[in-house]
């Protein structure tokens, strides 16, 4: 059974530019979480998508998007890229939810902005 | 408020030797602790998923401990071995509708050494 993928792993971007990353979660799995993880904060939720809607939100900004697809792929998109939001973005995939399903993560995508 | 608090936040141990991570929570209501390991470059991995009810679980050299009283957990490393060398993360659920219920430690970074 294939694990969570995300694309790409890597990315460079500057300032002002906008950037969407891709997640596909386990087959079967309906939940989609993304996390936002740097050295200093560790892990922060910063949305869940469960059948195409978003069920729960973190304290980001709005310029942290997401969405869900039909067939549970996941995008996450961020306008306006400051210099802050570099990190390592992950997702995670659950059955149900991320409260009492184990998630799985995905290996992240390393965001940098210069 | 709603926290978790892991200590130490680095460690260094020997080849062969134990150890033993701490987590301590204020999430209330409580609805389950899980233990990850993060690879460097990774994404976290799950090593336990203990509820309310659970005081200890073991996963081969990884065994977690939970007192939902003392709301504090552990996870013991026996006969540490250099691919344990990883971030240690502890998350806690909370039962809680619509709204985020995990709550993330910033981790234990242990290094095993030959």
């Known amino acids: 059974k294939a694990g969570v993928t995300q694309t790409p792993r890597y990315l460079i971007k500057t300032r002002g530019q906008q950037v969407t990353l891709s997640c596909s979660p386990i087959s079967g799995h309906r939940s989609v979480s993304w996390y936002q993880q740097t050295p200093g904060q560790g892990l922060q939720f910063l949305f869940e998508?469960?059948?195409?809607?978003?069920?729960n939100k973190g304290n980001f900004p709005g310029r942290f998007s997401g969405r869900q697809f039909s067939n549970s792929r996941s995008e996450m998109n961020v306008s306006t890229l400051e210099l802050g939001d570099s990190a390592l973005y992950l997702c995670?995939?659950?059955?149900?939810?991320?409260?009492?399903?184990?998630?799985?993560f995905g290996p992240g995508t390393r965001l940098t902005v210069l | 408020k709603n926290q978790v608090e892991q200590s130490p936040q680095s460690l260094i141990i020997l080849e062969g030797k134990n150890c033993t991570l701490q987590?301590?929570?204020?999430?209330?209501?409580?609805?389950?602790l899980r233990w990850y390991k993060q690879d460097t470059g990774r994404g976290p991995v799950s090593l336990t998923i203990?509820?309310?009810?659970?005081n200890t679980k073991s996963n081969g050299r990884y065994t977690a401990t939970l007192d939902a009283d003392t709301k504090q957990s552990s996870l013991h490393i026996t006969a540490s071995q250099l691919s344990d060398s990883a971030s240690y993360i502890c998350?806690?659920?909370?039962?809680?509708?619509?709204?985020?219920?995990?709550?993330f430690g910033t981790g234990t970074r242990l290094t095993v050494i030959p």
């Open positions: 203990m509820t309310f009810s659970e």
């Open positions: 987590c301590n929570y204020t999430v209330s209501p409580f609805s389950n």
């Open positions: 998508y469960f059948s195409e809607t978003q069920r």
């Open positions: 995670a995939s659950s059955r149900q939810g991320n409260d009492a399903y184990e998630q799985f």
């Open positions: 998350v806690v659920s909370a039962r809680l509708t619509g709204a985020n219920n995990l709550f």
